[in-house]
Structures are given as structure tokens and as C-alpha cells.
């Protein structure tokens, strides 16, 4: 009995050194993600945690990181027109999380970041070359946005029929493209100054014909508001002056009437025209059939002075005399 528990004791000790020396333990970080190859076989995607398992000597865990990962890339391209200048992109990607992806990644590129990298950079330096093709410099100096969009669609889109996008073949997922930086030549870069600085010359002038129009437009404004003041006024002046002459014939029709309907006052003012006519010393002859009451009427000056008149007698004619011998 005491040895059959000795040996049985050995065995179980056998055991535990067995299972110790062939038990597989990993730490799976946030970030990471473990792949479970059993026998050259993946078993299975480990999420971030612990591993643990006794009695697996032909199980290895591979971690794989899935995290956001950059790529900068420099290269001297030409453009449509010609123009060779350096430009530096950066891509940013992180592998697809997903169990199927990860096994089909460590099946066709394996876990290794340089690995998946050197297939990456292949790629991005394809599409940086097609897309440089399709601008000029002028438009890649001008839109650096539309210019990342290009390489991007070259990097997430088919090259062919039957052929699928890099980024589906290297199972990664496209987060941005960026253009960090251009260098163009010193001609170049002598041409796009002088560029500049005649758009800020158009700009000027464009800006001073502006003003001009403006000034322009606000003098013909005010010299419209000043012609309807002064058409108004005038309007205004030549209904007073209407107005001033409409009731002045009506006071000359009263007055006439009146003289003509008082023969006593009439012969009056006969009397006070005659005595200013003394007093001013002029001399006015009349025709006798002149109407005398039409003409007192009219006699009025505008600052109310009056002009004498002198009623015309009938004069004899001279009888010539003989010349004495």
C-alpha cells in the first residue's frame, strides 16, 4: 500500500511538472489582439486579456497589434505639366479587428508590423505616382485636400477586374491621408511669387474700381436728390408766382370795377395822379381816347409807387407867318 501511494503520489507529481512545463500563458493588451496556432493551425482570436492553458505544447500565441498605425512616405513625382517636385503624404491605417481578417492577415502576411509595412509602402508609392499625373502643380499647391482624396480612392479602390483594393489585400482599414509637404524648384518658386504678388496687384485694382464705381453711383445719387430739390423748388416758386399773379388780377378786376361803379372816387385818384405827377416833375402825354380807368388799373408798380399821368388837351394848329420882305 505505502508504496503503490508513493508511486501514485510520483505520478501526479509527473503530471503537474508536465502540464507546468507545456502550458501556454500570454497577456493580451488593449490594442492588441492574440492569434491561437495550434499545430500551424489558427485555433482562434484571443481579445485583450489572459491566456491560459495547461498541457498545450503546440499552441502558440501570436500577438497581432491592431492599433492606429502611420505611415510617411517622401518621394519626388512629376506633375501633368510636367513639373518635378518632393512631397510628403503620411497614411494613417490600423488592421482589421475582425477574427476573419486576422486569420486570413497571419495566413497571407503574417504578424509582424514590417512586414505588413514594406506591402503598404509599395502600394502608397503607386498611388502617389498615379495621382501626381493627374495635376498640375499649381492645382496640387492649391488643393492639398483633393489631392489626399486621389491617393486615397487609388488606395481603397480596385486597380482591376478581379483584383481586389490594397487595402482589402493587406486587410487594413484606411483611417486619413495627408499631404504634410511640397518643395518645388527655386524657378518655380520664383514663378509662384511673381504669381502672387500680380494677384494681389489684380486684387488692388479690382478693389480701387470698386471704390470709383461706388463714388460714382453715390455722386449720381446726389445729384439726382439735388436736381428733384431744386425741380421742386421751382415747382414751388412758379405756383407762388401763379398764385401771387391770380389773386393780384383779382384785386386790379375789384378795383377797376370799384373806380367804374364810384365816378367820385375815380375822379379822385385822377387827382392824386395828377399831383404826383407835379411832385415827380415827369411829364406822360395820353392819347384822348386812351380808357383812363384800364389805365389807372395798371398803374400800380410792384413797390406800390404809382406813375403820374397828364390827360392830353387838344392844342390848335400854328398858322405859319409870312416871311417879311
Known sequence: MRIGGVFGALVVLIIIAVGFSTMKFAQVNEGERGIIVTQGRVEGIQEPGIFFRPFAPFTVIEIVNVRR????????VASSDKQLYDIDIQVDFSRLPTPDALRDSYGEIGVDDAQLNNFLDGFINDALKSASTQ???DQVLSDRGGFADRIRQF???SPGQGLDAPVEQLFVRLEAVKVLDISVGEQYAALLAEKANLEVQIETEQKRRE???AQQENNLFQAEQEAQVLLTRERGQTEAAL???????QVRAIQGRYWRENPELFELRKRELMVEMLNNGNMW???PGTD???????????DGSSTPIVPVQPVAPSVPV????
Open 69 to 76: 498605425q502611420s505611415r510617411t512616405i517622401e518621394q519626388n
Open 243 to 249: 398764385e401771387a399773379s391770380s389773386r393780384d388780377a
Open 155 to 157: 488606395l481603397v479602390t
Open 285 to 287: 402825354f395820353i392819347d
Open 135 to 137: 495635376f498640375t502643380l
Open 292 to 302: 383812363v380807368t384800364l389805365l389807372l388799373n395798371q398803374m400800380g408798380n410792384t
Open 322 to 325: 409870312p416871311d417879311v420882305p
Open 211 to 213: 471704390q470709383i464705381q
